[in-house]
């Protein structure tokens, strides 16, 4: 007898992100560390098995062996499955076409084989980078209830902030007559989320018409949901109220670090509800005999400095007399004695030195702007030399 799954999730975890610099230079964005312990696919994955959804495709091009090896069979989250699970679907090389995915829609019509293996009546688009928890199968029930075509997750943003969004227009009755992607002049502050709830047979139809467009760029916002609205298919929009980061550039990622911080965070992950699972290492409590305030401090570290306003992950030793503020440490980081880290993002295996200055003061900082307003950033494996320094706004990629 043939099983089938009446909702697949596809997780696009396959852009280069290029906004975060050295921090994906050799690595998939959605394996970038975040929040002490995580990683930012942690939170789709989670959503999905917390939402019953058991079958997830994640789709991988860009830098994908860090993040193939964290998901591997899929056990953290409870999707190792007989039939279902998670699978790593990266391009792959056909009898009659071999190519890189060309963008959101064509990734997910490389593999509408995949999909039609568990003949689902949905299937739930999901984007790589974000920060989140959400019940999916919410969303489902009003899809259903609708009898869309295809329902899209937004949010309401601030106007000014909305040409930086795929905006949709709606009617009362959440109907959407309109999607316009990053519009220089908005009509609404209804942002995409970049979560899409497609029945699956409309879902198939318009990805062929897509591919078979040579003049389209085979993304989902530009082309596709346009085409469907043209067309005349039914669309609602699904407004979702809870925590939601986009955190695709050094600031934003910087700021949801930040948002687990204080004695009522603006994000809760070591609450009960809806439990964000990750592949973490196996540590002993962390060592603090220095001073910690209003901060986080993974497990196997050792704290005998001052660390105040900062996230710090897993097995990182702050030595007697270093100083960390208002700082993101992702992992298996060293400060030696005597540095002092201000307003900083430092990628795991990094090695800072005595007597080392990274960065600024976070409001000497912010007046030097530039693309990471001036939040200074050190790459994987960099190791800065005893007085060593990194000015703030800097990218570190090497050595020095």
């Not at 109220?241 to 934003?252: A, L, N, R």
């Not at 196997?300 to 030595?319: F, M, Y």
């Not at 540095?339 to 007597?355: Q, R």
């Not at 912010?366 to 307003?373: A, H, M, R, V």
Request: charged residues 25%; contains cysteine.
């Amino acid at each position: 007898m043939l099983r089938k799954k009446e909702c697949v999730a596809m997780l696009l975890a396959g852009g280069q992100g290029s906004r975060l610099y050295a921090l994906t230079s050799n690595i998939a964005k959605p394996a970038v560390s975040f929040g002490a312990k995580y990683r930012i696919i942690d939170f789709p994955l989670s959503n999905c098995i917390n939402s019953g959804i058991d079958t997830v495709g994640v789709l991988t091009q860009y830098q994908p062996l860090v993040l193939n090896e964290y998901v591997g069979n899929g056990l953290p989250w409870d999707l190792d499955r007989t039939f279902g699970g998670v699978h790593i679907l990266s391009p792959y090389e056909a009898k009659t076409d071999t190519s890189w995915y060309k963008g959101t829609a064509n990734a997910i019509y490389q593999n509408i084989r995949f999909l039609k293996i568990y003949d689902p009546e949905y299937v739930l688009i999901l984007s790589g980078d974000h920060i989140y928890k959400m019940d999916y199968d919410k969303m489902l029930a009003a899809h259903k209830k609708s009898g869309a075509d295809c329902t899209i997750a937004c949010m309401e943003v601030p106007i000014e902030e909305a040409s930086r969004f795929g905006i949709l227009n709606t009617n009362p009755d959440g109907t959407i007559y309109e999607f316009e992607e990053k519009p220089e002049k908005p009509k609404s502050n209804l942002a995409s989320m970049g979560i899409y709830i497609f029945t699956a047979s409309k879902l198939y139809k318009y990805l062929e018409l897509d591919e078979a467009d040579k003049s389209s760029e085979k993304d989902f916002g530009k082309n596709v949901l346009p085409a469907m609205l043209k067309a005349g298919e039914k669309m609602f929009s699904y407004c979702f109220e809870g925590y939601w980061k986009d955190v695709g550039t050094i600031t934003s990622l910087w700021e949801a670090n930040m948002d687990l911080l204080g004695t009522v965070p603006k994000f809760e992950l070591r609450g009960n509800d809806r439990v964000i699972h990750s592949r973490s290492p196996l540590a002993p409590p962390a060592f603090i005999e220095g001073e910690v305030i209003n901060s986080i401090v993974a497990t196997g570290g050792d704290v005998e400095g001052k660390v105040v306003n900062s996230v710090i992950g897993t097995d990182c030793v702050i030595e007697k007399g270093a100083e960390v503020n208002d700082c993101v440490l992702m992992g298996n980081i060293i400060v030696k004695a005597g540095a002092k880290l201000n307003y900083a993002i430092i990628d795991e295996d990094v090695v800072i030195g005595e007597n080392a200055t990274i960065g600024a003061a976070r409001e000497q900082a912010i007046k030097l702007g530039g693309k990471t307003s001036g939040i200074a950033v050190l790459g994987r494996g960099v190791k800065i030399g005893k007085n060593g320094k990194v000015a703030a706004g800097e990218i570190i990629d090497k050595s020095v």
